[in-house]
């Protein structure tokens, strides 16, 4: 018999009120041996999922240590979306 089980978190982070199918998911992942740690998250919920990430470093009982929550919070943070740019046609008066 295998007595082999993968821990498996996965772990989500979404502002109420908006319905699943119309909001974009961001996925985070950490493979660590047998463990999986999985976090979704919206835009909305950056600060809740950072402090889940925490929560698991502090964690005693997991393998989920202070350098993976240090990689995966930068991985959020880097993923902020960045504001569009507005884009401006020629100057009427330039065409000629």
Excluded at 18 to 42: H, T
């Amino acid at each position: 018999m295998n007595d082999w089980c993968p821990r498996v978190a996965v772990v989500t982070a979404l502002a109420p009120g908006i319905p699943m199918a119309s909001r974009d998911i961001n996925v985070i992942a950490l493979v660590k041996g047998s463990e999986r740690y999985v976090f979704l998250y919206d835009d909305d919920s950056r600060d809740q999922v950072l402090e889940t990430i925490a929560k698991h470093a502090a964690n005693p009982d997991l393998s989920f240590s202070w350098y993976d929550a240090a990689v995966l919070g930068q991985k959020v943070r880097l993923n902020t979306p960045q504001p569009r740019r507005l884009r401006f046609g020629p100057r009427a008066d330039r065409l000629a």
